[in-house]
């Protein structure tokens, strides 16, 4: 499966961008997404996560309050909005999905994610 992301882009210091992430293929069975984001020359950081089934959410806790992550079944779609944007939080952003079952201890770790997407650049200005 591929992952389709869009939505980046530039915003303003407190502003807002909203994220998408689309499977390749409808109707594929996942169990859980996740949105990281990575600074160039430095580790990939876990941001939000989603499970498919139950609609749990997790969020890494610089990210409380300002970013929400949703999912639409039917479109086989993960959404981010992110708002209250920090300029200290420009980044590539990418969506993982997990296809198997994950604990919740193991889900900030990049290498549990069976698939990735590209990657889109959020930029936020000063």
């Known amino acids: 499966v591929q992952l389709v992301e869009s939505g980046g882009g530039l915003a303003q210091a407190g502003g807002s961008l909203r994220l998408s992430c689309a499977t390749s293929?409808?109707?594929?069975?996942?169990?859980?997404m996740g949105w990281f984001r990575q600074v160039l020359g430095k580790e990939r950081d876990f941001v939000a996560g989603i499970s498919r089934d139950h609609g749990s959410t997790y969020y890494a806790d610089s990210v409380k309050g300002r970013f929400t992550i949703t999912r639409d079944i039917a479109r086989s779609t993960v959404y981010l909005v992110m708002d209250g944007l920090k300029p200290e939080e420009t980044a590539v952003y990418y969506c993982?999905?997990?296809?198997?079952?994950?604990?919740?201890?193991?889900?900030?770790?990049?290498?549990?994610?069976?698939?990735w997407g590209q990657g889109t650049q959020v930029t936020v200005s000063s």
């Open positions: 993982a999905l997990r296809t198997t079952v994950i604990t919740v201890d193991r889900i900030t770790y990049s290498r549990e994610y069976d698939a």
């Open positions: 293929t409808a109707d594929f069975s996942w169990y859980f």
